[in-house]
T-cell receptor, first 117, second 115 residues
Framework: GAGVSQSPSNKVTEKGKDVELRCDPI?????LYWYRQSLGQGLEFLIY????????KSGLPSDRFSAERTGGSVSTLTIQRTQQEDSAVYLC???????????????FGNGTRLTVT | DAKTTQPTSMDCAEGRAANLPCNHS???????VYWYRQIHSQGPQYIIH???NNETNEMASLIITEDRKSSTLILPHATLRDTAVYYC????????????????FGPGTSLSVIP
Protein backbone atom coordinates (compact mmCIF):
# COMPACT_ATOMS: atom_id res chain seq x y z
CA GLY A 1 0.00 0.00 0.00
CA ALA A 2 0.95 3.68 -0.12
CA GLY A 3 3.51 4.95 2.32
CA VAL A 4 3.78 8.35 3.97
CA SER A 5 3.59 11.07 1.36
CA GLN A 6 4.98 14.57 1.77
CA SER A 7 4.54 17.57 -0.48
CA PRO A 8 6.14 19.48 -1.93
CA SER A 9 9.39 17.53 -2.15
CA ASN A 10 11.29 20.79 -2.57
CA LYS A 11 10.33 24.35 -1.64
CA VAL A 12 12.33 27.52 -2.20
CA THR A 13 10.96 30.63 -0.57
CA GLU A 14 12.07 34.15 0.20
CA LYS A 15 12.87 35.24 3.72
CA GLY A 16 9.76 36.58 5.41
CA LYS A 17 7.26 34.51 3.43
CA ASP A 18 4.97 31.88 4.96
CA VAL A 19 5.15 28.23 3.87
CA GLU A 20 2.92 25.20 4.34
CA LEU A 21 4.26 21.67 4.26
CA ARG A 22 1.88 18.75 3.89
CA CYS A 23 2.00 15.20 5.20
CA ASP A 24 -0.33 12.38 4.17
CA PRO A 25 0.18 9.55 6.67
CA ILE A 26 -0.53 5.90 6.08
CA UNK A 27 -4.27 5.30 6.24
CA UNK A 28 -5.41 4.32 9.72
CA UNK A 29 -2.27 5.42 11.50
CA UNK A 30 -3.19 7.24 14.68
CA UNK A 31 0.18 8.78 15.51
CA LEU A 32 1.92 11.42 13.40
CA TYR A 33 5.30 13.06 13.94
CA TRP A 34 7.16 16.00 12.43
CA TYR A 35 10.95 16.25 12.55
CA ARG A 36 13.45 18.73 11.17
CA GLN A 37 16.86 17.77 9.85
CA SER A 38 19.44 20.43 9.09
CA LEU A 39 22.32 19.61 6.77
CA GLY A 40 24.59 17.01 8.32
CA GLN A 41 22.59 16.90 11.54
CA GLY A 42 20.30 14.40 13.24
CA LEU A 43 16.52 14.42 13.49
CA GLU A 44 15.12 17.23 15.63
CA PHE A 45 11.69 16.46 17.11
CA LEU A 46 9.09 19.13 16.39
CA ILE A 47 5.58 17.89 17.21
CA TYR A 48 3.66 14.67 17.92
CA UNK A 49 -0.03 13.97 17.31
CA UNK A 50 -1.67 10.94 18.95
CA UNK A 51 -5.29 10.27 18.02
CA UNK A 52 -7.63 12.89 19.42
CA UNK A 53 -5.29 13.91 22.23
CA UNK A 54 -3.78 17.36 22.41
CA UNK A 55 -0.54 17.37 20.39
CA UNK A 56 2.86 17.55 22.04
CA LYS A 57 4.28 20.80 20.65
CA SER A 58 7.32 20.86 22.89
CA GLY A 59 9.79 20.66 20.00
CA LEU A 60 8.53 23.60 17.98
CA PRO A 61 11.46 26.07 17.91
CA SER A 62 9.43 29.28 17.95
CA ASP A 63 5.90 30.63 17.72
CA ARG A 64 6.42 31.03 13.98
CA PHE A 65 5.95 27.27 13.72
CA SER A 66 2.56 25.60 14.00
CA ALA A 67 0.99 22.35 12.90
CA GLU A 68 -2.44 20.90 12.66
CA ARG A 69 -3.90 17.55 11.85
CA THR A 70 -7.37 17.63 10.36
CA GLY A 71 -9.73 14.71 10.84
CA GLY A 72 -6.98 12.62 12.33
CA SER A 73 -5.35 12.20 8.93
CA VAL A 74 -3.53 14.83 6.86
CA SER A 75 -1.20 17.18 8.70
CA THR A 76 0.11 20.60 7.73
CA LEU A 77 3.21 22.22 9.19
CA THR A 78 3.16 26.00 8.77
CA ILE A 79 6.17 28.26 9.14
CA GLN A 80 5.40 31.96 9.24
CA ARG A 81 7.85 34.72 8.33
CA THR A 82 10.51 32.23 7.30
CA GLN A 83 14.13 32.84 8.23
CA GLN A 84 17.27 31.46 6.62
CA GLU A 85 17.90 29.24 9.64
CA ASP A 86 14.61 27.47 8.87
CA SER A 87 16.29 25.89 5.83
CA ALA A 88 16.26 22.13 6.41
CA VAL A 89 14.56 18.90 5.44
CA TYR A 90 11.22 18.50 7.22
CA LEU A 91 10.32 14.85 7.77
CA CYS A 92 6.95 13.39 8.66
CA UNK A 93 6.33 9.93 10.10
CA UNK A 94 3.26 7.98 11.09
CA UNK A 95 2.68 4.93 13.25
CA UNK A 96 -0.26 2.67 13.98
CA UNK A 97 -0.08 2.73 17.79
CA UNK A 98 -3.42 1.02 18.04
CA UNK A 99 -3.76 -0.84 21.27
CA UNK A 100 -4.89 -4.00 19.54
CA UNK A 101 -1.93 -4.03 17.19
CA UNK A 102 0.77 -3.69 19.77
CA UNK A 103 3.96 -1.86 19.01
CA UNK A 104 4.57 -0.77 15.44
CA UNK A 105 7.38 1.04 13.60
CA UNK A 106 7.38 4.64 12.51
CA UNK A 107 7.08 4.98 8.75
CA PHE A 108 8.78 8.04 7.30
CA GLY A 109 8.15 10.06 4.21
CA ASN A 110 11.05 11.33 2.13
CA GLY A 111 10.68 14.83 3.46
CA THR A 112 10.32 18.36 2.14
CA ARG A 113 13.57 20.19 1.48
CA LEU A 114 12.97 23.83 2.41
CA THR A 115 15.38 26.51 1.27
CA VAL A 116 14.89 30.05 2.50
CA THR A 117 16.77 32.62 0.42
CA ASP B 1 16.82 14.08 25.25
CA ALA B 2 17.45 10.76 23.58
CA LYS B 3 17.59 7.78 25.94
CA THR B 4 20.29 6.06 23.89
CA THR B 5 23.97 6.60 23.18
CA GLN B 6 25.84 5.33 20.14
CA PRO B 7 29.34 5.79 18.71
CA THR B 8 29.54 8.68 16.30
CA SER B 9 31.02 6.68 13.45
CA MET B 10 32.24 3.23 12.44
CA ASP B 11 33.90 1.60 9.46
CA CYS B 12 33.33 -1.91 8.19
CA ALA B 13 34.93 -3.85 5.35
CA GLU B 14 32.60 -4.93 2.59
CA GLY B 15 31.42 -8.51 3.10
CA ARG B 16 32.21 -8.53 6.80
CA ALA B 17 29.71 -8.32 9.63
CA ALA B 18 28.93 -4.84 10.89
CA ASN B 19 28.23 -4.73 14.64
CA LEU B 20 26.66 -1.48 15.79
CA PRO B 21 26.36 -0.98 19.56
CA CYS B 22 23.79 1.03 21.48
CA ASN B 23 23.56 1.85 25.17
CA HIS B 24 20.15 2.36 26.76
CA SER B 25 20.94 1.98 30.44
CA UNK B 26 17.77 3.78 31.61
CA UNK B 27 15.39 1.68 29.52
CA UNK B 28 12.10 0.83 31.23
CA UNK B 29 10.64 -2.64 31.38
CA UNK B 30 7.92 -1.79 28.89
CA UNK B 31 10.16 -0.11 26.32
CA UNK B 32 11.19 -1.63 23.02
CA VAL B 33 14.51 -1.08 21.27
CA TYR B 34 14.14 0.05 17.66
CA TRP B 35 16.71 0.48 14.93
CA TYR B 36 16.39 2.68 11.87
CA ARG B 37 18.82 3.75 9.18
CA GLN B 38 18.95 6.78 6.97
CA ILE B 39 20.63 6.80 3.62
CA HIS B 40 21.55 10.23 2.30
CA SER B 41 18.58 12.27 1.04
CA GLN B 42 15.98 9.73 2.15
CA GLY B 43 13.68 9.38 5.14
CA PRO B 44 14.75 6.94 7.87
CA GLN B 45 13.96 3.30 7.17
CA TYR B 46 12.83 0.84 9.82
CA ILE B 47 15.18 -2.12 10.31
CA ILE B 48 14.19 -4.19 13.35
CA HIS B 49 12.92 -3.98 16.91
CA UNK B 50 12.86 -6.11 20.05
CA UNK B 51 11.90 -6.18 23.70
CA UNK B 52 13.89 -8.90 25.47
CA ASN B 53 14.69 -11.66 23.05
CA ASN B 54 17.13 -11.52 20.18
CA GLU B 55 15.45 -10.88 16.85
CA THR B 56 16.36 -11.59 13.24
CA ASN B 57 14.80 -10.57 9.97
CA GLU B 58 15.89 -10.35 6.36
CA MET B 59 17.83 -7.16 7.00
CA ALA B 60 19.61 -7.68 10.30
CA SER B 61 19.86 -9.30 13.71
CA LEU B 62 19.30 -7.58 17.03
CA ILE B 63 21.07 -8.82 20.13
CA ILE B 64 19.78 -7.44 23.45
CA THR B 65 21.74 -8.03 26.64
CA GLU B 66 20.03 -9.87 29.47
CA ASP B 67 19.84 -6.72 31.60
CA ARG B 68 18.48 -4.86 28.52
CA LYS B 69 20.87 -1.97 29.09
CA SER B 70 22.52 -2.33 25.72
CA SER B 71 22.00 -3.91 22.33
CA THR B 72 23.87 -4.60 19.11
CA LEU B 73 22.59 -4.43 15.57
CA ILE B 74 24.32 -6.91 13.30
CA LEU B 75 24.44 -6.62 9.52
CA PRO B 76 25.85 -10.06 8.69
CA HIS B 77 27.45 -9.29 5.32
CA ALA B 78 27.78 -5.55 4.88
CA THR B 79 27.55 -4.13 1.37
CA LEU B 80 28.32 -0.66 0.07
CA ARG B 81 24.58 0.03 0.07
CA ASP B 82 24.58 -0.35 3.86
CA THR B 83 26.56 2.88 4.22
CA ALA B 84 24.14 5.06 6.20
CA VAL B 85 23.42 6.65 9.57
CA TYR B 86 21.99 4.09 12.00
CA TYR B 87 19.70 5.21 14.78
CA CYS B 88 18.85 3.28 17.94
CA UNK B 89 15.79 4.49 19.88
CA UNK B 90 13.52 3.23 22.67
CA UNK B 91 9.74 3.36 22.57
CA UNK B 92 7.05 2.30 25.05
CA UNK B 93 4.89 -0.73 24.54
CA UNK B 94 1.60 0.74 23.32
CA UNK B 95 -0.30 -2.19 24.69
CA UNK B 96 -0.27 -0.08 27.83
CA UNK B 97 -3.21 2.27 27.59
CA UNK B 98 -1.24 5.06 29.21
CA UNK B 99 1.73 4.82 26.86
CA UNK B 100 3.04 8.12 25.54
CA UNK B 101 5.18 7.75 22.48
CA UNK B 102 7.16 10.92 21.82
CA UNK B 103 10.03 9.49 19.81
CA UNK B 104 13.36 11.25 20.18
CA PHE B 105 16.29 10.38 17.93
CA GLY B 106 19.90 10.80 18.93
CA PRO B 107 22.67 11.61 16.41
CA GLY B 108 23.11 7.92 15.49
CA THR B 109 26.16 6.10 14.14
CA SER B 110 27.50 6.91 10.71
CA LEU B 111 28.53 3.56 9.21
CA SER B 112 30.91 3.56 6.28
CA VAL B 113 31.29 0.28 4.41
CA ILE B 114 34.72 0.20 2.79
CA PRO B 115 35.34 -1.70 -0.47
Amino acid sequence: GAGVSQSPSNKVTEKGKDVELRCDPISGHTALYWYRQSLGQGLEFLIYFQGNSAPDKSGLPSDRFSAERTGGSVSTLTIQRTQQEDSAVYLCASSSNRISQGNSPLHFGNGTRLTVT
Amino acid sequence: DAKTTQPTSMDCAEGRAANLPCNHSTISGNEYVYWYRQIHSQGPQYIIHGLKNNETNEMASLIITEDRKSSTLILPHATLRDTAVYYCIVRPDNLMKTSYDKVIFGPGTSLSVIP
